[in-house]
């Protein structure tokens, strides 16, 4: 397929658009600008970002200041901080973890943590009971707890769902993760037993990331919102390798592997008759930490929001590690993040051109989404703007640093009319909009989005593609994705100058454009049957032109 739209330059001014009328505003990205911001976020100064750090003060004095530059107002009473009240656990290295009467080594067999304000984990004697998915879904017939009592047990859980390992069976969403197979509403729904602990099976494929994802984003002080009622929540969570899993099931005269057969063929309940000995210190410490919050206001229609949100923090940095220490999180989410500040500088620049918006553009750079999405999860729940007159979410984790596509990728394609926009301003640079290539991985439910999913307010996740406009594009991808090979969650995710950003200001127009078109319209986009979300803010039938 031929790209009709001009190949974006490298000059300092980029202008990637394909307009529907002459007089449309034509976004112009700088370029300059754009790296400026990425590298500094991305820096080694600024620590990995890590919640409640001085990594942290760094982010958000930066962003306040750029917001204030770039002519948004600040949305909480004045400020662009809205407060977010965090508490950080830190278990301790020294775990002494016994499962079926084998000692398992910290880091390299298992991670525990607990999100409870006690200075010691004390556990003796616990029960290990294998619960399948550790699912509770009605509406999919499905309970793995069904008559169970979990009072004093340990779940031992798989992850992801059932349809993963059986995609044609027409369980669960088939190969597309649903959110049963998320490890957080595996540690929620074991709360809601009332078991005393869940340790989730890591295991590569299902998971779609290796264990030194989980070891790193596990270990050291792990991040709760300090109001979320954690009273209810297991004494313990965390994960054990596959093979460590194997081994406890082999002492307990089972076979892990059979056992999770026939997890995916029904609900299962499977006694080890065998028990867990968990002993580590735990220290809690609470520090606010904050969202960066910047409004645009519209000008007929200025109560209603369109959010933008993007997560500025990563995971810090780790003293124990030799040589680096940083995890500058570069791809994630610095690029996020200067995705937004570009937006910003753009849709004030269309407004000073004579184009306002009718709804308010409201940006929302979040804290704590490495920890659980907790900045989102805390705005959603204290939202600075009503969640009623919030029209739509777009979300922005990482951009396209893989050079220009053919194809426009919606994270869980098909979840809402909101995709109808992104679709359209596709199509218009000549771009095919499709879904993920790995909706195994359950990337629609990872991000800060899915906080305002769940609330019923439309969200969307976008942007990269899998095709290539061209063999020399094709050829620089295959580079890049081998320089970036592991640095997910690890030190090596830092800035390259060599990255070729005309991808990334391809994908920055889409979401220009699409933003503009429902700023500027009466529409408010709901969820498609099918989806989860469908009961809390359903399809309006939107015919777009």
């Known amino acids: ?78 400020s662009y901080l809205q407060k977010v009240p965090m508490v950080s656990f830190t278990p301790s290295e020294d775990q002494q973890v016994t499962l079926a009467g084998l000692p398992l080594q910290y880091r390299k067999d298992v991670v525990l943590t607990s999100r409870h304000d006690v200075p010691e984990v004390a556990i003796e004697n616990a029960p290990l009971v294998f619960v399948g998915y550790g699912i509770n879904a009605p ?178 940095k780790d003293d124990s590690l030799d040589g680096d220490q940083i995890f500058n999180g570069a791809m994630d989410n610095a690029a996020g993040v200067s995705g937004l500040l570009a937006l910003a500088r753009q849709m004030v620049a269309a407004q000073k051109a004579g184009q306002p918006l009718k709804r308010s553009i409201t940006i929302v750079v979040t804290t704590g989404e490495e920890q659980g999405l907790l900045g989102s999860r805390y705005y959603a729940a204290h939202p600075l703007y009503p969640l009623q007159d919030t029209v739509a979410v777009f979300n922005m984790d990482t951009t396209n640093v893989f050079g220009r596509t053919k194809d426009y990728t919606i994270i869980g394609k098909g979840q809402s009319e909101l995709e109808l926009y992104l679709e359209k301003a596709a199509g218009e640079m000549q771009r095919t909009a499709t879904a993920e290539a790995h909706p195994e991985s359950g990337g629609y439910f990872r991000s800060d989005h899915f906080s305002f999913a769940k609330y019923g307010v439309p969200a969307v996740f976008a942007g990269g593609g899998s095709e290539p406009v061209d063999q020399a594009t094709a050829d620089y991808r295959e580079k890049m994705e ?43 986009p709901g969820y498609y049957p099918g989806s989860e979300f469908y009961q809390l803010r359903p399809a309006t039938g939107i015919k777009l032109k």
């Open 1 to 78: 397929m031929r790209l009709i739209v001009p190949l974006c330059s490298a000059a300092l001014l980029i202008g990637c658009t394909q307009q529907s009328h002459e007089t449309q505003y034509q976004a112009k990205f700088d370029e300059q600008l754009f790296r400026q911001d990425f590298k500094t976020l991305a820096s080694d100064e600024f620590e990995g970002r890590a919640p409640t750090t001085h990594g942290e003060k760094l982010t958000i004095d930066y962003l306040s200041n750029a917001f204030a530059q770039i002519g948004f107002a600040p949305a909480a009473n004045g």
């Open 139 to 316: 509406e999919y017939d499905w309970n793995d707890y069904q008559g169970l009592d979990m009072k004093g047990k340990i779940a031992v859980i798989l992850v992801n769902d059932p349809g993963f390992a059986a995609p044609d069976s027409g369980k669960f969403g088939g190969k597309a993760m649903t959110y049963y197979g998320r490890w957080s509403y595996k540690y929620e729904e074991a709360s809601r037993q009332g078991a005393l602990g869940a340790i989730i099976i890591h295991d590569t494929a299902p998971a779609s990331y290796p264990w030194s994802v989980v070891e790193n984003s596990w270990t050291g002080p792990m991040q709760e919102l300090a109001d979320n009622g954690a009273d209810y929540r297991i004494a313990v969570e965390g994960w054990m390798t596959k093979d460590a899993a194997e081994q406890v099931f082999k002492a307990s005269g089972l076979d892990l592997q059979a056992a999770s057969e026939r997890a995916v063929h029904g609900p299962i309940q499977l006694p080890l008759e065998q028990t867990a000995a968990i002993h580590f210190n735990n220290h809690a410490e609470y520090a606010d930490s904050y969202n960066v919050v910047a409004t645009l206001k519209g000008t007929d229609a200025a109560a209603e929001q369109i959010l933008l949100t993007s997560h500025w923090d990563h995971i810090g």
């Open 482 to 524: 081998q320089l970036g090979q592991g640095c997910y969650h690890n030190t090596c995710d830092e800035y390259h100058e060599e990255w070729n950003l005309a991808g990334t200001f391809e994908d920055l127009t889409v979401y220009f454009n699409a933003i503009r078109q429902l700023g500027n319209s009466q529409d408010r």
